[in-house]
């Protein structure tokens, strides 16, 4: 009777054991078994612990990144309707040089308020790394490459929305870096603010940076 009673204990031991023991997780309901109140959030907070959105530097440079494409798009599309710049400077190869200029200080300031902020904000540890800032002068050299090629390739009146003046090109650009991808010019400057939010360690910059594709991606969908 002893030995019925103490092999009855140890199954019901086992079988104890073996309801406590969590399911495995399988390639297909594998995520079912996950208890996502556990996750570590930990890092993500940290993240957005150091980024200031109430710093007037960052709402600048959020203004002047929304701004720029908004302000070259309605631009160029009323001149393309009225031909009101035209009229103004006498000249559609003027007027087109003088937006372009614009552009490019406009650009500038966008930059430079960039730069500040993410001198100004705190850095991140976790991108304070030798193969982090690596990273990010490979992305510097592959954005100024994009942003150089397109520039010769295009022509300044060609990369200025010549085409709204009425100014064409023989024929489209189909080389590189329009070969390799499309409106190279805008992903390659965004590649260029990617880096150096990387060399920076700055969780801003990453910020901003996201912000400037997000422009983007609208500009390129209102300009298509």
Known sequence: ???????????KQRTAEQSNQRAPLDCCGGLNNVDYSKMDLM????FIKLINFHDPGFCVAVIAIVFNPLFWNVVARWEHRTRGLTKLFGSSYLACCSLGLVIILLNVFRSHSITVVMKNQAR?????????FYFGISLIVLGTVLVVSSFLALGFTGTFLGDYFGILMDEKVTGFPFSVIENPMYWGSTANYFGLALIGASPVGLILTAIVALAYKVAIRYEG
């Open 124 to 132: 991140w540890e976790l991108l304070e790394r030798t193969d982090v």
């Open 43 to 46: 890092l993500i907070e940290d």
């Open 1 to 11: 009777m002893s030995d019925s009673r103490a092999a009855d204990e140890r199954n």
